[in-house]
């Protein structure tokens, strides 16, 4: 028994272009099929990527990640560390040496690449369809490559004898792991929330520097979670020290805690507290019935625009329509 027609252009297929594999005559035969009708869509996902300003972006978000986490992990270095009365970290050192670093990154490079410097963030911008998922990956690929080789640098500059734990993000024996994840999440939540805020084309009301007021989130976040969890807000930033130490106790918190609290964040910005107009009327059109009760059709056009539709930012186009972009020009976006 034959499968029905499928368009796939890619599939062997007679004259009208409908494929004729027989599906489902067998397990194996059916996994073909499968993979022969989402080549076209994986083509279309990887879409931009073989381009000059693709590449200069990632490169980018491997360089901003560098200098971020290479001056970041350079505050906790305690100098002081082998003498017999070493004094304690300072807290607000470290906090202001983040947050003013991500500020400065992200002036400096977010309208090469975006300036995400974050896996959250990145995870962030997929969710809300302001980044495809194929080139995200990219993004996070060189977000974690630029965190190993900016400790690394810090790894060789430092002597041993203060080099410590490189600031390697470690949880507070005295609190529980779903505590320190339930940190992680809000405190990533509150930053990532601001970089959606700061950045809203549809505002008009915005003023100063959206770079410095995402560097207020991070200091923000630093002044209250040093103690809990070492105040990750970004797994590329604890990724690279417990790389270059080969320390991964608890690792998973730095990963999932910000992750689901970017994603929880760009959610309810989007879709709850400030959706865009004219998705909430494309969504009304596709869900409308016509005169005989039935919905209509949808067509291709709408399933672009539906929340949580997987599919592909062309590099050139979002660099004019899909980008955050603020008065000063500054863009923290998807390419």
């Known amino acids: 028994m034959q499968s029905q027609g499928t368009m796939c252009g890619s599939c062997l297929s007679d004259r009208s272009g409908l494929c004729s594999t027989p599906a489902f005559t067998h397990p194996a035969a059916f996994l073909r099929f499968l993979s022969r009708c989402n080549c076209q869509s994986i083509m279309v996902a990887f879409k931009g990527i073989w381009t000059k300003d693709f590449w200069r972006a990632v490169s980018g978000e491997y360089l901003a990640t560098l200098i971020f986490v290479l001056l970041g992990l350079g505050s906790t270095i305690n100098w002081a560390a082998n003498q017999e009365t070493s004094p304690p970290v300072n807290i607000v050192h470290i906090s202001l040496c983040f947050g003013f670093t991500i500020a400065t990154m992200v002036q400096g490079f977010g309208h090469i690449s975006g300036g995400h410097i974050n896996p959250a963030v990145t995870a962030a911008m997929v969710v809300t369809r302001k980044l495809s ?11 974690c490559l630029g965190a190993i080789t900016g400790a690394g640098i810090l790894y060789l500059v430092t002597p041993a004898a203060v080099r410590g734990s490189l600031g390697l993000t470690t949880v507070n024996s005295n609190i529980s792991l779903g505590h320190a994840l339930l940190v992680e999440l809000l405190i990533t939540f509150e930053l990532v929330f601001t970089v959606f805020a700061t950045c809203d084309p549809k505002r008009s009301d ?34 690279g020290p417990a790389m270059i130490t080969l320390n991964f106790e608890n690792h998973w918190v730095y990963w999932v805690g910000p992750i689901l609290g970017g994603i929880l964040a760009a959610g309810l910005y989007e879709y709850l507290y400030c959706p865009d107009p004219e998705i909430k009327k494309r969504l009304k059109q596709v869900f409308q019935k016509d005169e005989s009760g039935k919905y209509r059709e949808v067509e291709q056009e709408d399933i672009a625009i539906m929340p949580g539709s997987i599919h592909a930012i062309d590099l050139e186009k979002s660099e004019k329509k899909d980008s955050f972009q603020d008065s000063t020009g500054e863009v923290l976006s998807s390419v």
């Open 206 to 239: 915005l003023k100063g520097s959206v770079g410095l007021a995402i560097g207020f989130a991070v200091v923000i976040g630093h002044l209250f979670a040093i103690p809990y969890t070492g105040a990750s807000m970004n797994p590329a930033r604890s990724f």
């Open 133 to 143: 998922l194929a080139k995200a990956l990219f993004y996070v690929m060189a977000q």
